[in-house]
């Protein structure tokens, strides 16, 4: 079809990307692939039972939602981190993440514990989109090279690489927000027990 992605080319540009993000290991994408063809798994549904399977600390599984390359190109990606470590969510708490994504399709289902998920569409028709493809491709040494930083929403390849620049940088951007929020309530619940809130009861007879 016409406006159909290379997912192959997509799942590269991120895998490079996430290959960037310091003490994270990355697996291979064969391997991944393998996984899901051998074991009958369905993405993004089965994303925790995958990780069980390949005794993986965590999965990331991105869906695109949008797509169109022609002109100034634009992509629309959703990007999910499953964890083995973290507490499975609650159905409500699921289907939160979701619906607060439109308008990606997320199957739902035992298996399915998001811990955390970003989500974002691309239009290269957008100025303030277009700067940070010119700052991307700084980093790149585009600016030398045929049409500069222009390449990088001219060429669908260096699109999508860029585009998996922005996602990596958002979801990691959410988890330490998360990390943050977490430490911050914890916080909250010591000091609400120090004010003696939660102070323990004497015993019967004093």
């Known amino acids: 079809r016409a406006h159909e992605v290379d997912t192959s080319e997509f799942s590269r540009a991120l895998h490079a990307e996430l290959q960037q993000v310091e003490a994270l290991e990355v697996v291979p994408d064969a391997a991944l692939v393998k996984a899901v063809e051998t074991g009958g798994f369905l993405l993004p549904r089965d994303g925790l039972k995958l990780a069980d399977a390949l005794s993986l600390d965590g999965l990331f599984v991105a869906i695109v939602t949008g797509y169109d390359p022609y002109g100034e190109p634009v992509v629309g990606v959703g990007l999910t981190l499953f964890s083995r470590a973290a507490a499975p969510l609650s159905p409500v708490d699921l289907d939160r993440v979701i619906q607060g994504a439109r308008p990606l399709p997320m199957p739902t289902g035992p298996g399915a514990q998001p811990v955390t998920a970003v989500f974002a569409v691309y239009d290269a028709s957008q100025q303030t989109l277009r700067r940070r493809i010119g700052w991307f491709a700084e980093g790149h040494t ?60 004497p015993p019967p007879g004093q």
């Open 142 to 201: 585009a600016s030398d090279v045929g049409l500069g930083w222009e390449r990088y929403y001219r060429s669908m390849p260096l699109y999508m690489r860029f585009v998996s620049y922005e996602m990596t940088w958002r979801i990691f951007s959410r988890i330490d927000a998360d990390i943050v929020k977490g430490q911050i309530a914890a916080r909250s619940a010591e000091a609400s027990a120090s004010e003696g809130g939660l102070a323990p009861h």
